[in-house]
């Protein structure tokens, strides 16, 4: 893939924004790279409706980018991450960016994205991140292990707040957090319902973190659960 013409603009946006909320200094480059592996990839298998750099820039890496906020600054890393329904990789590549020390579980349930998304973390160097080819439902058979053994769960782009939730919820471990995308509209139903599964679950609700990922796009949040220590 020939070089961008903003590519320079964009490593330093991404720079600052990475700083902002924590990420290594090398973290910029690395998330640059994956947004790059991910359009290669995407000749070939549809991950993403970005069609060049920038726009995948945005959507996939800036948007990604304020899980960083939503694990409290005291607590040492997650030990344990799942990205339900990765997708492309992302938000789950950002975590692994994050923290990398972090084990990430990527779950993606059709066989071709998986794939294509293991190649991408192959490209950027994400050897913690480990890529599942299954339904979130089915993560716990296939990984016994993983039953209230996660720190962090992050979801978007996946479904309405209730039934993820309640998808998720078996994964986390005490003081782990469940982090939903959703954009700053989300309905006040779909939040009730949202709430009521993560108490049902043994979850409470914490702040959520606003962000917007450039004047082009509507804000959006983050809506955070987790399971007491």
Known sequence: MPDHPDRPALLARLASLAATYGYPETAAARLLAAAEAVLAENERVNLTGARDLAAAVDVLVVDSLPVGAAWPAASRAPRVAIDLGTGNGFPGLAVAMRWPDTEVVLVERREKKAR????????????????????????????????????????????????????????????????????????????????????????????????????AHPPRLLVVYERPA
């Open 116 to 215: 294509a998304v293991e190649r991408v973390c192959a490209a950027v160097g994400a050897s913690r991140a480990t890529v599942v080819a299954c339904d979130g439902r089915e993560l716990v058979a296939r990984r016994p292990a993983l039953r209230g053994g996660a720190d962090l769960v992050v979801v978007r782009a996946v479904g309405p707040l209730a039934p993820t939730t309640k998808e998720a919820a078996p994964w986390l471990a005490r003081g782990g957090r469940l982090v939903h995308w959703k954009s700053a509209d989300v309905s006040d139903d779909e939040r009730r319902e949202g709430l009521a599964a993560a108490t049902a679950a043994g979850l409470v609700a914490r702040p959520d973190v606003a962000f917007v990922v450039s004047p």
